[in-house]
């Protein structure tokens, strides 16, 4: 099983609906969990952290944990196009040597159409 | 704000030559990590640095090494390019080693083509 899994897409909705990008996660060590989003050809870009289980909401974006189901997810409310890009999740662990390394989903390629 | 810069947005190289990728941070980061990204694998771990001189190898560093001379500076080196390494390069880098809200900041890549 691999750590994170992460539904590759592409996923097309039309501007203005709720878009849920999901991942889930094997390793039960993982408490940070983070959302960058990639536009086409540049670098990722942070979007959200949390830490350890809940929501937490920044403007049109809610990243939502639910470790006892190893599950993790963002919400795009209003989606736009210019929320069009891929979407990684990102987690770290507190334990062990390697708390400085983040594993990474594949990534979500989303479009929102106009 | 975080600034990472790549050297170069878009490189081509022949088969065998000795590639360098260049990276910097502005914001005294002690990690530097450097990644590729390729369609339906995702970003994989090439090799990271936690201090000046310090390097530890990640998932994939056959055919790389790595230099890091600076703090601000970390270079990837391709000692003999492949056709296999044709991807985008990625290099990040996180405040420090003990800080498990290890947030990574990147820069805008690379893309390599080896012909």
């Known amino acids: 099983q691999k750590e994170v899994e992460q539904d590759p897409g592409p996923l097309s909705v039309p501007e203005g609906a709720i878009v849920s990008l999901n991942c889930t996660y094997s390793?039960?060590?993982?408490?940070?969990f983070m959302w960058y989003r990639q536009y086409s050809r540049k670098g990722p870009e942070l979007l959200m952290y949390?830490?350890?289980?809940g929501n937490k909401e920044d403007g049109r974006f809610t990243a939502q944990v639910d470790k006892s189901s190893k599950y993790i997810s963002l919400f795009i409310r209003d989606s736009q196009p210019s929320d069009s890009a891929t979407y990684l999740c990102?987690?770290?662990?507190?334990?062990?040597?390697?708390?400085?390394?983040?594993?990474f989903g594949k990534g979500t390629l989303l479009t929102v159409n106009p | 704000d975080v600034k990472v810069t790549q050297s170069s947005r878009y490189l081509v190289k022949r088969t065998g030559e000795k590639v360098f990728l260049e990276c910097v941070q502005d914001?005294?980061?002690?990690?530097m990590f450097w990644y590729r990204q390729d369609p339906g694998l995702g970003l994989r771990l090439i090799y990271f640095?936690?201090?000046?001189?310090?390097?530890e190898k990640g998932d994939i560093p056959e055919g790389y090494s790595v230099s890091r001379e600076k703090k601000e500076r970390f270079s990837l080196i391709l000692e003999s390019a492949s056709t296999n390494q044709t991807s985008m390069y990625l290099c990040?880098?996180?405040?420090?080693?003990?800080?498990?809200?290890?947030?990574?900041?990147f820069g805008a890549g690379t893309r390599l083509s080896v012909l």
């Open positions: 914001m005294d980061h002690e990690n």
């Open positions: 390793n039960s060590a993982f408490q940070y």
């Open positions: 640095s936690y201090d000046v001189k310090m390097k």
């Open positions: 990102a987690m770290s662990a507190t334990r062990g040597g390697s708390n400085y390394k983040l594993t």
């Open positions: 949390t830490y350890s289980s």
């Open positions: 990040a880098s996180s405040i420090a080693r003990s800080l498990a809200k290890n947030i990574q900041y």
